[in-house]
């Protein structure tokens, strides 16, 4: 069998991975580029398919401490559709889920070297920026949305017009427990839409995916666009009444949405978001990270580093209709007749909120 598989990146998708490689008596090696993990752009919420796959890992959900979501509600086009969720979902920040993970995978025996960033991929190993090196025969690449130089995946963006995501964090009030409470919103604009979901503290995190001509159209910052979309979406406005004058918005530029990795090269393994990325509407980033991980690893473990193209081909057709799907949705901003179609169907948010899982 080949040498323990070095894990590139600590997030879900990376600790996953070496949890489960550790359940199965197989010691990785984890680097993680921070200290301690922070609150990433887009997550924030797990659906009941990603709290099973938390609990196949041997962690309770419970232990979480996530805020219970129990129904989805869609917006667009001044309509609104709601409907109970299949199971029980979770609103919980990257920060709290990245740091329960990792901490399980060193618990579990993983090496997990924090503080380490890969500045350069060899062909048999990996350079780091204070000048070590890793040698790999297997590579797990679990570095989220951020590239790795030499297997960077492509721009994102149409042509010229880029989608960029932002993040804004609303601070906890009992107008926004009341407005937003156990749901998880959905408003559709033209290029783009913006999630909302309870967290564990109380606030809620705003997360949007719009392009860059959207923002240009706003005013160009990303303050501006978020005051926009309030003068033109009242349920919105509601959510962003009490919304600072000068918010702090985190932001990262041509997020390739919909994009899949259909191969690989002999070792590299590619995982979560540099294996897919679904549009973050369908609230499944974290379960593609789940699901990746599990993938790799039982390719991993049949066929070691020859096992990468395996895995590659067989998860992107396992997550091709659920990211197509999602892409879909995330369009009907800018489609009002099909935005209304949809919305006319019966149940149509809670089968959207099936069709779109991992």
Not at 290 to 300: G, I, K, M
């Amino acid at each position: 069998m080949s040498q323990p598989p070095v894990i590139v990146g600590g997030g879900p998708a990376g600790a996953a991975a070496g949890i489960a490689l550790a359940r199965a008596g197989v010691r990785a090696t984890l680097l993680e580029r921070l200290d301690t993990p922070g609150d990433t752009i887009c997550g924030g919420f797990l659906s009941w398919r990603t709290v099973e796959r938390i609990a196949g890992l041997g962690i309770d959900p419970d232990s979480l401490g996530g805020h219970r979501v129990s129904d989805v509600a869609l917006y667009v086009g001044g309509k609104e559709q709601g409907a109970p969720l299949p199971a029980p979902a979770l609103g919980l920040s990257r920060q709290r889920l990245d740091s329960v993970l990792l901490d399980a995978a060193q618990g579990r025996g993983v090496d997990v070297r924090r503080g380490q960033t890969v500045r350069a991929l060899g062909d048999a190993d990996l350079t780091l920026a204070d000048g070590g090196v890793v040698p790999w025969d297997s590579l797990f690449l679990a570095t989220g949305k951020s590239d790795l130089r030499g297997v960077s995946r492509p721009r994102g963006g149409t042509g010229g017009d880029p989608e960029l995501g932002l993040r804004l964090r609303l601070a906890p009030s009992p107008a926004l427990t009341r407005m937003v409470g156990g749901r998880i919103e959905l408003h559709l604009f033209d290029r783009g839409y913006i999630g909302l979901v309870m967290q564990e503290d109380g606030s809620v995190n705003a997360c949007m995916a719009v392009r860059k001509s959207r923002l240009a159209d706003a005013g160009g910052t990303p303050a501006r666009l978020f005051a926009r979309l309030a003068d033109e979406m009242p349920a919105l406005a509601d959510r962003l009444a009490d919304m600072p004058a000068d918010p702090q918005i985190d932001a990262i530029g041509n997020v390739p949405y919909g994009w899949r990795a259909t191969d690989t090269r002999t070792g590299l393994f590619r995982l979560g978001d540099q294996a897919a990325v679904i549009p973050s509407v369908a609230g499944e980033g974290v379960g593609i990270a789940l699901a990746s991980a599990q993938s790799a690893v039982a390719h991993w473990l049949s066929d070691g580093a020859k096992g990468a193209h395996a895995h590659q081909r067989a998860f992107a057709r396992h997550v091709a209709r659920p990211v197509a799907l999602a892409g879909l949705v995330k369009g009907l901003g800018s489609r009002p007749a099909l935005a209304r179609a949809l919305l006319a169907l019966p149940g149509a948010a809670q089968i959207v909120a099936r069709l779109t899982r991992v």
